[in-house]
C-alpha cells in the first residue's frame, strides 16, 4: 500500500497561475481532507470529501476550489494563485476517525 | 465547534529528561482526542488517540496522554526522550458525532532535545 500520495512535491508559481494538486488513497476510504499548514497556526482545513461525489467548505476554502473525481482522488485547485496560498499543503484520509496523511505538497507563490 | 490550545509553541528537552507536552481543549459535546507528531519535512503521523474508556492512553515511541475532562486536557508525556524525538507535535480534538470525521488541530509545539 502507497497510503495517501500527493503530486507535485514542490511548485513555485507566479501571481495569478493557476495550478492543481493532486492525492490520491488506494485505502479505500470515504472521506478525503485538504489542509493547508503556515508557521505558527497549525493545520487549517480547505475543503473535505465525506464521500465519493460529495464535498464541503472547510474553515479557508476562499481561493480554492477541489474535485473528487472518484473514491480514490481528491483534486484541489488554485485558480488564481496570491502570495497569500504559499504553504504546505496535506491531503489526508479517514478511517474510523484515524487520519492519514499525505508527503506534503511545498507551494511558494511569488 | 471545537478549539484546541497547545500552550507551549517550543520545549527543549535535554536528552534522557522526562517532556510533557500540554494539550487543552474547548467543546460543548463529547469529543474524540489525538496527537500526531510530524518530523521535518513530512507529513503527519498518528501517535495516539483517546476513543472512550480508559482515561491514559499509550501510543508509539514510548509516549502516552492522559485524558482529564474535568481540566479539558490531553497533555502528552514520555518519561525519557531521545534525539530522534525531535519534531513537531500537534494535539487535535474531533466531536464524537456520528459520520463526522474532521480534526480541529492545535498551533503546534516544536520539541528540540539537546544532546
Known amino acids: 500500500n502507497a497510503g495517501v500520495t500527493q503530486t507535485p512535491k514542490f511548485q513555485v508559481l507566479k501571481t495569478g497561475q493557476s495550478m492543481t494538486l493532486q492525492c490520491a488513497q488506494d485505502?479505500?476510504?470515504?472521506?478525503m481532507y485538504w489542509y493547508r499548514q503556515d508557521p505558527g497556526m497549525g493545520l487549517r482545513l480547505i475543503y473535505y470529501s465525506a464521500s465519493e461525489g460529495t464535498t464541503d467548505k472547510g474553515e479557508v476554502p476562499n481561493g480554492y476550489n477541489v474535485s473528487r473525481l472518484n473514491k480514490r482522488e481528491f483534486s484541489l485547485r488554485l485558480e488564481s494563485a496570491a502570495p497569500s496560498q504559499t504553504s504546505v499543503y496535506f491531503c489526508?484520509?479517514?478511517?474510523?476517525?484515524?487520519?492519514?496523511f499525505g508527503p506534503g505538497t511545498r507551494l511558494t507563490v511569488t | 465547534a471545537q478549539s484546541v490550545t497547545q500552550l507551549d509553541s517550543q520545549v527543549p528537552v535535554f536528552e534522557e529528561a522526562p517532556v510533557e507536552l500540554r494539550c487543552n481543549y474547548s467543546?460543548?459535546?463529547?469529543?474524540?482526542l489525538f496527537w500526531y507528531v510530524q518530523y521535518p519535512n513530512q507529513g503527519l503521523q498518528l501517535l495516539l488517540k483517546y476513543l472512550s474508556g480508559s482515561t491514559l492512553v499509550k501510543g508509539i515511541n514510548g509516549f502516552e496522554a492522559e485524558f482529564n475532562k474535568s481540566q479539558t486536557s490531553f497533555h502528552l508525556r514520555k518519561p525519557s526522550v531521545h534525539i530522534s524525538d525531535t519534531a513537531e507535535y500537534f494535539c487535535a480534538v474531533s466531536d464524537n458525532s456520528f459520520g463526522n470525521e474532521k480534526l480541529t488541530f492545535g498551533t503546534g509545539t516544536r520539541l528540540t532535545i539537546i544532546p
Open positions: 489526508a484520509s479517514t478511517v474510523r476517525v484515524e487520519q492519514y
Open positions: 485505502m479505500n476510504h470515504n472521506s
Open positions: 467543546s460543548s459535546v463529547s469529543v474524540y
